[in-house]
């Protein structure tokens, strides 16, 4: 059994180069940036108790799963987090690791996916960020990264509901019209709704903790966290 799809990481890697041009193909993601590295922080910060706030990630051990450049590896270096980033695609951890040199944090980035880890380490926090809508077995992939939490860990998910709504506005919207992402770059048949989410995630020991909906402002030209969950959401869920 395995998670890579690999139509999806070689559209991906075709694209690798753009990872850190806010003005690129990967435009939306450095918009939500903002308010996914908040929510993170705010639900780790939470979960763990935390007081420290400079660095509240510290003595916390991190594995960003799909991690591409490294958009929000970094930012979970910054907080303190001792980080394992994984990708699919060799063309991603390349750029990811060029850009490192730059910023002179200590991310371990590994060319794999979370099936083929080749490490015994468990670990507090697991993001699965706009990754599960482009893997090739769903229910897999969960087990996959529930087996790599520690107890009591959090994993939070990011990821496209799968409504009319979020065809017109994530594909035909999004990728024909405004032309923010490649056409192509995502397939509704891959979207998954909240519910079924919850349900795969309940099988493999992972229980809700929050669940919260992302929506574009185009007045801000910002995203924020909303209750609308029509089109983009994020979940975070605890290891029992």
Not at 54 to 61: A, R, W
Not at 82 to 92: E, L, R, Y
Request: charged fraction near 25%.
């Amino acid at each position: 059994m395995k998670t890579i799809n690999h139509k999806e990481i070689e559209k991906f890697s075709r694209m690798a180069e753009e990872w850190w041009d806010p003005k690129g193909k990967f435009k939306p993601l450095h918009k939500f940036n903002p308010s996914r590295i908040q929510y993170i922080k705010t639900g780790v910060i939470n979960h763990f108790k935390i007081t420290s706030f400079k660095t509240p990630f510290s003595n916390l051990s991190l594995l960003d799963i799909g991690c591409g450049g490294g958009l929000l590896s970094e930012p979970m270096s910054r907080l303190g987090a001792n980080v394992t980033a994984i990708d699919a695609s060799k063309k991603n951890i390349e750029i990811a690791k060029l850009h490192l040199k730059k910023s002179e944090l200590k991310i371990n980035y590994i060319n794999t996916s979370p099936e083929k880890l080749n490490d015994k380490k468990r670990y507090d926090i697991i993001l699965n960020m706009e990754i599960v809508e482009h893997v090739s077995d769903l229910k897999y992939f969960i087990k996959c990264c529930s087996n790599l939490l520690k107890k009591n860990g959090i994993m939070f998910i990011a990821t496209l509901n799968k409504t009319l709504k979020s065809y017109v506005f994530a594909i035909v919207g999004a990728e024909y019209v405004l032309r923010w992402l490649p056409i192509g770059t995502h397939d509704w048949n891959n979207f998954v709704k909240p519910n079924e989410l919850n349900k795969i995630c309940s099988n493999f020991n992972l229980k809700q903790n929050q669940e919260d909906g992302i929506v574009y402002n185009i007045f801000l030209d910002q995203w924020n966290i909303s209750r609308d969950k029509s089109v983009n959401y994020i979940s975070s869920f605890i290891k029992n």
